[in-house]
């Protein structure tokens, strides 16, 4: 009998060493203190980035402009007459999603669509004088956003995130290349 008691405290021992393991080793993922980091990161993210759309959305309103048309209009303020293909592409749309669209901004007069001078089939995507007029605007408001989103960042606190932020796209790019 005193075997089997000593067996058994000895088991008894063993399992709450290995019960205060699991307690002060993580497993993947998670930190010392027993947070998930993975998905703290990632809800978080996540969060940002649509907290981020949703207050961009509420700025755009009163330009009666939809976040896929803003989101167009900003891509080719900075890449303007790219064919429309090519711009479906890198939005990762639709060509007849892109198609709808432009129709529509082109309604609006906020841009124009022309033949490309090497091959007519492809059509060029242009923002019109009233298009990138609207453009400076949402960059006046985004500045607004932007300021009201970074209140109480330093400058140098702001560098750093952009620095932190531009690594995780990196890490991020990198891996959905494979």
């Not at 900003?74 to 429309?84: E, K, N």
């Not at 932020?165 to 990196?170: A, E, F, I, M, P």
């Amino acid at each position: 009998m005193a075997t089997a008691t000593k067996e058994k405290a000895k088991t008894g021992v063993a399992e709450k060493r290995a019960a205060a393991a699991k307690k002060t080793t993580p497993g993947p993922g998670v930190t010392p203190s027993g947070d998930n980091w993975d998905q703290r990161l990632g809800f978080l993210m996540h969060d940002v980035s649509r907290l981020r759309r949703t207050v961009f959305d509420e700025y755009m309103k009163p330009m009666n402009i939809t976040r896929s048309q803003w989101w167009v209009l900003a891509y080719l303020a900075r890449h303007d007459g790219m064919i429309q293909s090519d711009l479906a592409n890198v939005l990762e749309l639709g060509k007849a999603a892109l198609g709808s669209l432009l129709d529509r901004l082109e309604e609006s007069g906020l841009v124009r669509r022309g033949a490309d001078a090497v091959d007519r089939r492809a059509k060029r995507v242009y923002l019109s004088p009233a298009g990138a007029t609207l453009i400076k605007e949402m960059q006046v408001h985004s500045y607004e956003m932007s300021e009201r989103i970074l209140e109480g960042l330093s400058v140098d606190e702001r560098n750093h995130l952009v620095d932190l932020l531009r690594r995780v796209k990196s890490n991020l790019v990198g891996l959905s290349k494979h």
